[in-house]
């Protein structure tokens, strides 16, 4: 099944989409993380909404929002191009790193930062080199804590498209603190159109994952494409690191990472500082991932920091 939010006259609305793309809305009140808290809900509510809905809303003309809050955004590294092509900003000679390959290596990122496939960007205050990263995120359906990968895979309930956002002079400034990433990931995290349950994709799983097209655009020019099932880790692993020592619930976000070519710093540490701009105001970022949906999002300007001192000088 596939679901989505919009907003309406109500306020906001989960919906189920039907065969032909129609927005059929469930009963207010209810959200994808409380209805992913009860194994089968999600599905009985969205079987009800399809057998009675008189009407609904074509996804044309619906006002998306992202498909859920979620309440903690863990954002992976599983894609070692990738990891090898950030790490030339810092050292050209740079490869994949060993710990690559003995943990699925994650941040925290900032849910109160998440926004809609069609919202406005704002340049993060300071920002210079604002960029963006192409990933897909796996959505925690059921509780669990220090999983195994197999039973992990029954914990992951479906996917979004996720656009991370960069404030990459931000990120690299903090991180010589050897710290972070975090206020370079603090401002916006778009989610895709649609949260799509994992049976969906079942026909089209491929190694450690799906094999599923993904692509970037800014103002319609293609910048980078890679697919899904080019990630070393699974999600199931992702979902069993993350369960390691604590929980994972409901509604979590398990982000992928970057894929190849998915963002501009990965570019830039491959070719040079200047192989392309970094996103300015004005500027449209577009992502697709196939049968995923995707983010459409423009940026606009930001606001200027207010300056912050230390208590007392060195």
């Not at 092509?85 to 943990?103: H, L, T, Y």
């Not at 704002?122 to 796996?138: I, K, Q, S, T």
């Not at 669990?144 to 992951?156: E, K, P, R, S, Y």
């Amino acid at each position: 099944m596939r679901f989505v939010r919009h907003r309406t006259d109500q306020g906001p609305a989960l919906a189920v989409l039907d065969d032909e793309d129609v927005l059929i809305d469930l009963p207010r009140g209810l959200d994808l993380p409380a209805l992913l808290a009860e194994d089968g809900r999600l599905a009985e509510a969205a079987n009800r909404a399809l057998r009675t809905a008189a009407h609904g809303t074509p996804l044309a003309e619906a006002a998306l929002m992202a498909p859920l809050d979620p309440p903690t955004v863990r954002d992976f590294s599983t894609f070692p191009e990738h990891t090898a092509g950030i790490a030339r900003n810092v050292d050209p000679d740079a490869r994949v790193p060993e710990e690559f390959w003995e943990i699925p290596a994650f941040y925290f990122s900032n849910p109160y930062a998440t926004v809609g496939p069609h919202d406005d960007v704002p340049v993060p205050p300071g920002c210079d080199r604002f960029d963006f990263e192409l990933e897909v995120a796996a959505v925690v359906g059921r509780a669990g804590q220090d999983l195994t990968v197999d039973q992990a895979a029954d914990h992951i309930a479906g996917f979004v498209v996720l656009n991370d956002f960069s404030a990459r002079d931000v990120q690299f400034h903090e991180m010589r603190l050897r710290l972070g990433p975090a206020k370079g990931k603090d401002t916006a995290t778009a989610l895709g159109t649609v949260f799509v349950t994992a049976d969906e994709l079942s026909h089209r799983r491929s190694g450690t994952s799906y094999d599923l097209a993904m692509e970037v655009r800014v103002n319609d020019e293609a910048i980078g494409a890679d697919r899904l099932d080019n990630m070393a880790w699974s999600f199931p692993a992702l979902a069993a690191y993350a369960s390691r020592g604590t929980w994972i619930r409901p509604g979590d976000l398990l982000g992928s990472g970057t894929c190849q070519g998915g963002c501009l710093a990965e570019l830039w540490g491959r070719h040079g500082a200047d192989f392309l701009p970094p996103l300015r105001p004005g500027d449209v970022v577009t992502t697709t991932v196939e049968l995923l949906g995707g983010t459409r999002n423009r940026i606009v300007p930001g606001v200027a920091p207010h300056e912050i001192r230390p208590g007392r000088l060195s």
